[in-house]
Nanobody, 118 residues
Framework: EVQLVESGGGLVQPGGSLRLSCAAS????????MSWVRQAPGMGPIWVSS????????YYADSVKGRFTISRDNAKNTLYLQMNRLKLDDTAVYYC???????????WGQGTQVTVSS
């Protein structure tokens, strides 16, 4: 059974930083592309970032380019998202998901809330 457990969310002021983690189990993590997807209240999901199985290729939504960095440690079965210079619009539930950007067939974790507020 695929399990994805996100952590690291919280309340942060604009301009601050957070690092999200996703612990993966139940599948061969190192063989799968992985993504971070966020969803704000009343909005559809947005693929924030993706990383290929080996970590050598990444995708970022225009809204987070230059501020967010996706990475993975295949030895630890863990996905990360370093979020810097956070903005009010970054407020959302952030989900770890299997697959590349837009992959609706992927598995998702339970999500972690990120709130950017002064």
């Amino acid at each position: 059974e695929v399990q994805l457990v996100e952590s690291g969310g919280g309340l942060v002021q604009p301009g601050g930083s957070l690092r999200l983690s996703c612990a993966a189990s139940g599948f061969t993590f190192g063989s799968h592309d992985m993504s971070w997807v966020r969803q704000a209240p009343g909005m559809g999901p947005i693929w924030v970032s993706s990383i290929n199985s080996g970590g050598g290729s990444t995708y970022y939504a225009d809204s987070v380019k230059g501020r967010f960095t996706i990475s993975r440690d295949n030895a630890k079965n863990t996905l990360y998202l370093q979020m810097n210079r956070l903005k009010l619009d970054d407020t959302a539930v952030y989900y770890c998901a299997t697959g590349w950007v837009g992959d609706l067939e992927g598995s998702w974790g339970q999500g972690t809330q990120v709130t950017v507020s002064s």
